[in-house]
């Protein structure tokens, strides 16, 4: 069961994080899903959507998963984020962000994004990350 919903959570980062890039395509219990249409200042020479650009949308996709689950916390903040680039993001096409919760605890969230190139089947990167959570004692 989430506690905040895709448009909460976007009234929300617009207050505290206007910059973010991505939309909320929606949210579930430990999951969320966003979208980016790729821009030319998303690209890298050869047509390729940058690395930047795929850890952002990742890092700001299991934010948002985290927050449908545990409110508004503007200083749950990422400790970690790892990223393996699978295969070439596509720079014609928008890209999709799925995040899961693996581990939501006190002090700790654990995650993982799938990124993909709208319509293949197959992952462009794939990002694990950690985010502290504020001790609200």
Sequence with gaps: MTVMTAAAI???LDEIFPQRAGTIEGVGPMRATMSLAIED???RPGASVSGP???GLADVCLYVAILAQIGPEPMAVTSDLHCRFLRRPRGDRDIIANARIMKLGRRLAVGEVQLFSAGDEA????V????VLPDND
């Design 41 to 43: 200042e998303h690209l």
């Design 123 to 126: 992952p462009v990167a794939l």
């Design 53 to 55: 650009t795929l850890m």
């Design 10 to 12: 976007e009234d929300f």
């Design 128 to 131: 694990t990350a950690t985010y």
